[in-house]
């Protein structure tokens, strides 16, 4: 039987419930499922909380999951300019700290630009962040090899010239194995790349996090695809930046997954972030 994938997407979105914080003229939006301690899934550039498709309610049977659209992506308004990590950073974690009860103490996982932008929180929040889990992070300053080529899309004269532009830049950029882009992937593909109006592609390039680590007090992961094409040859070396920046700093490697493994590995991933994240210090 065929699966409709906005049908897919709608019904998991309909167990959230909806939040607004603050952002720029308008509102940041937040999806919120579950009980339990708090945790905020940050998403990747040209993306929105669809990012933790497959996520959201496994963890929501032990958490209470907060997956936001961040500032210009998905739902949420743009921020004001200029749109600089650290102004971003300020409305999420004002965003998350209006959200969390008094006392209440967060994790955040954070994947591509998400993770940027999670480690400026987590510094923000202080005491208030237990754990930092960075997944396939940007603002990390280690320079890969080769820089990657996507294909342009937004001037193809039609739909399925459009579909195909992006399947190809799920193949180039985000998941390893092409027979795991299935339909559901380039549905979000589509609709997360053409709701964008913030460049957070550039943003995640700016080396902001070696700053910031040293400063936070949450405990440190780095949680990345043993494919990651944005890791291709320095998986190693981003080890060793995290383990310096915070010595005992775990890191994790599921094999076989590409840059968007909380997609391409969701099981594994989910077992592995829970176990990352227990027991809280």
Excluded at 165 to 179: G, P, Q, T
């Amino acid at each position: 039987m065929t699966v409709d994938p906005a049908a897919v997407v709608a019904d998991i979105e309909s167990r959230a419930e909806l939040g607004r914080t603050p952002c720029g003229a308008g509102s940041m939006v937040w999806r919120i499922w579950g009980q339990g301690p708090p945790l905020a899934l940050l998403h990747g550039g040209y993306g929105s909380w669809t990012h933790w498709i497959r996520n959201v309610e496994p963890l929501a049977e032990r958490y209470r999951v907060l997956a936001p659209d961040l500032p210009g992506l998905g739902d949420s308004d743009v921020p004001p300019e200029p749109s600089r990590p650290e102004a971003i950073a300020e409305i999420v974690a004002a965003g998350l700290g209006s959200l969390l009860t008094a006392g209440e103490i967060a994790d955040i996982a954070g994947f591509s630009f998400g993770g940027l932008i999670g480690g400026l929180v987590a510094q923000r929040l202080g005491p208030r962040v237990a754990n930092l889990v960075l997944v396939g992070s940007g603002g990390l300053g280690v320079r890969r090899g080769a820089p990657i080529e996507l294909v342009t899309w937004r001037e193809l004269p039609d739909e399925a010239a459009r579909r195909a532009a992006h399947l190809e830049n799920l193949a180039i950029l985000m998941i390893a194995d092409r027979a795991n882009i299935d339909d559901l992937a380039v549905h979000l593909q589509v609709r997360n790349a053409t709701r964008a109006r913030l460049r957070s592609r550039l943003l995640s390039r700016i080396p902001a996090l070696p700053s910031a680590i040293p400063r936070m007090s949450a405990r440190l992961h780095g949680l990345w695809g043993e494919r990651d094409i944005t890791a291709q040859g320095v998986l190693e070396d981003i080890r060793r930046l995290l383990q310096t920046l915070q010595p005992g700093a775990g890191f994790t490697i599921i094999p076989r997954a590409g840059h968007w493994v909380q997609y391409e590995a969701a099981r594994a991933f989910n077992t592995t972030l829970v176990r990352l994240l227990e027991p809280r210090a």
